[in-house]
């Protein structure tokens, strides 16, 4: 085989811009636009898309290998998990005018264990509640194997032991099943909070909007009545 029928590889060039835009313009993403509450969002959806082509890719055209692509596969739907969970967090604040202090933590269950809460007391149904245990149960399980988001990026933990030593096989159309049904409910419930939110702004904004307007009818008024009184 001739070998010019191969690709050269391409090789590093000084002065060449990492984060830049660049002439070809329709591959120049726009980031930093959005305000911070919108980039939980879109980070969220983000990890997940990403995850969700690898995988149609390697269903649909088996591009790809599998037995390496599986590791950044269930890091990105696990970093979806985390975001979603976080943004919902804010959310949930923002609904109640709390503060919505963002935790540290990577552990799914415990930032599961704040929103949940949340999700019942908005939607108090059985339904809800039916939903939110399987979504439960699906974290549950990726917490028993990646509880403090390492385990789908290093091989070993930090006393060098492996990681993934009890699990032989990863099926990736189950895994990507599996994230769809929880970001149903996840997604699905960011979408209404975020619409309940909006509304109340709205609310908001039109009672101060009808109350400065009945404040300066009285002012009026009361000026009306003082000129009155002073008026020779």
């Given amino acids: 085989m001739n070998c010019h029928e191969f690709p050269r590889p391409p090789l590093p060039k000084k002065g060449v811009k990492l984060f830049s835009g660049a002439k070809d313009w329709q591959h120049n993403a726009c980031v930093g636009y959005m305000d ?27 591009v790809g290998p ?11 739907y696990r970093q979806y998990l985390e975001l979603r969970l976080k943004e919902l967090i804010i959310v949930g604040a923002r609904l109640h005018h709390e503060s919505a202090d963002v935790p540290i933590k990577h552990d799914l269950l ?7 809460p ?65 970001s149903t409910v996840l997604d699905g419930s960011s979408i209404g909070m975020g619409e309940y939110l909006d509304a109340k702004h ?13 404040q300066a009818e009285m002012r009026a008024e009361m000026d009306d009545e003082m000129r009155q009184f002073y008026e020779p």
């Fill in 118 to 182: 949340r999700l019942e007391e908005v939607w108090p149904t059985e339904s809800t509640r039916e939903y939110n245990e399987a979504v439960e149960e699906g974290l549950r399980q990726f917490c028993d194997v990646d509880p403090g988001s390492y385990a789908f990026r290093y091989p070993v933990d930090n006393k060098g032991v492996p990681v993934l030593g009890c699990i032989d096989h990863i099926n990736l159309r189950q895994v990507k099943d599996v994230i769809a049904g929880i």
């Fill in 66 to 76: 599998i037995d390496v692509l599986v590791y950044p596969v269930v890091f990105l």
């Fill in 202 to 214: 709205e609310m908001l904004a039109e009672y101060r909007s009808e109350t400065a307007a009945l």
């Fill in 36 to 62: 911070i509450d919108m980039s939980w969002d879109a980070y969220a959806e983000g990890f997940k898309t990403a995850a969700d082509q690898i995988v149609e890719d390697i269903l649909e055209n088996r």
């Fill in 110 to 116: 415990k930032l599961w264990a704040l929103v949940r």
